[in-house]
Each structure stands twice: as C-alpha cells, then as structure tokens.
C-alpha cells in the first residue's frame, strides 16, 4: 500500500485565490511527520511546513497552512492568496517514528501534484 | 550559514563508467540522507548516514551503489558501472541532532544523465 497519496496529479488556481492540494498517509506508528516541499522548474526541494502527529493546532507558516485531520489520516496543504511564483509541483512527505539509530527520520514522499496558477 | 552543498550539478556519464556526487551538509549537521528522484517521480530514500557511519541503506540498489560520509569532508555516492536507468536526480538532505533532527535541508540536486 502506498504511504502517501497524492490524488490529484494536475491542479490549476487563479491568482488571488486559495487552493487546497490533498495528501493522505498511511502508518500504523504513532510517533510520524508531516512535510510539503515545493519543486519549481528549477530543480531545487524547498521545505515548506511541518505537522507533528502530536500537534494540538495546524500548522500554519505565512500563506502556507495544513489542514490536519488525524482520524481521517489526511494532511491537505492549503496555499491562501496565490501567486504566480506558486507554480510548481508540490510533495507531501511522511517521516514514522524511529529506526535504528534512534532518530532515522528517513521521509517517504508523494508523486507530486503539479500546481499552475493563472494571471 | 551555508546551505546544503551537492556538487557536481550536473553530471553526464557514459554508460559503463563510474559517477561520484558529493554533499557537503549544513554546518552543525551530522546526519545526511540521500534520495534518487527518477522523472516524473517523487522522492525515494536511499541511505542514512552519519559521520563515518551507514544507518540504514534500506533503499540503495544491491549492487554497483555505495556510499560514505567520512570523518572529515563530504558524503559520497558512487555509482560504478552506470546504466541509462541511472539517470535521475539526486539529492542530498542534512539534519542536525537532537530534538530538531526531523527538519531536513535538501541540497539543490545532482542531475545525473548516462548517454
């Protein structure tokens, strides 16, 4: 099964506008967490934000929030008042509990949902 | 403060020949990941390292694939003997320890084609 599910392949947004790009994960430990990166055509991974799976509150970092539902194992990533430089492909990832080591925080990542937004 | 270092950034081999990538972690950083990204494709982990360490290499292709993270200097992929199939994106994310080691800085990518 995978751990985490991108479903939408393709998502297109008008400027100004908000948009909700869905993850759901799947793990049977307890202690996990929760990223989105940001992929422009350029190449580079930019961190974006992080829910801790013992996190009371969403997080939210700027423009960015995540729309955190623990039971329904969803983490949908929230981007408010788009802009053109928001075109990119997203990746949730998912880090689970502990390894060897004692702190293996290994992340297994999502295909990707290629945003666009319109002028 | 520096970020993640991965050089080359890009890298064409022939097939039959060998690659080597370097990542240079964050100051402060003792613990380096790398993971292949092929086209079209999200992330897939290879190897945990800390410093003269392999924690887990869980993810690295059985043969021809090794790497290190030596006392002093870089974390190192090899890749002997390249095939096409080789070629992705590689990138190299570091970690610092203790209470904020889930946060992980990735390095801008290595692009590897095998011609």
């Known amino acids: 099964a995978q751990k985490i599910t991108q479903t939408q392949p393709g998502m297109f947004v008008q400027e100004k506008e908000a948009v909700t790009l869905d993850c759901t994960y799947d793990?049977?430990?307890?202690?996990?967490?929760l990223f989105w990166y940001k992929q422009p055509s350029s190449g580079e991974m930019i961190f974006l934000i992080y829910?801790?799976?013992?996190?009371?509150q969403n997080a939210t970092e700027g423009r960015y929030s995540l729309n955190f539902q623990k039971a329904r194992k969803s983490a949908n990533l929230v981007i408010s008042a788009s802009q053109l430089g928001d075109s990119a492909m997203y990746f949730c990832?998912?880090?689970?509990?502990?390894?060897?080591?004692?702190?293996?925080?290994?992340?297994?990542f999502g295909k990707g949902t290629l945003l666009t937004v319109n002028p | 403060n520096a970020g993640v270092m991965q050089n080359p950034r890009h890298l064409v081999r022939r097939r039959g020949q060998e690659a080597r990538l370097r990542c240079s972690p964050m100051?402060?950083?003792?613990?380096v990941y790398w993971y292949r990204q092929l086209p079209e494709e999200g992330l897939k982990f290879m190897v945990y390292l800390q410093k003269e360490n392999i924690i887990d290499e869980s993810g690295m292709p059985k043969e021809r694939f090794s790497a290190e993270f030596p006392k002093e200097g870089p974390s190192i992929l090899r890749i002997q003997q390249v095939v096409r199939g080789d070629s992705a994106a590689y990138f190299c994310a570091s970690s610092p320890w203790g209470r904020d080691s889930h946060e992980q800085y990735f390095g801008p990518g290595t692009r590897l084609t095998v011609t």
């Open positions: 100051k402060g950083h003792s613990h």
């Open positions: 990832a998912m880090r689970e509990g502990r390894g060897s080591g004692g702190s293996n925080y290994k992340l297994t």
């Open positions: 793990t049977s430990d307890p202690s996990y967490g």
């Open positions: 829910q801790g799976s013992y996190d009371q």
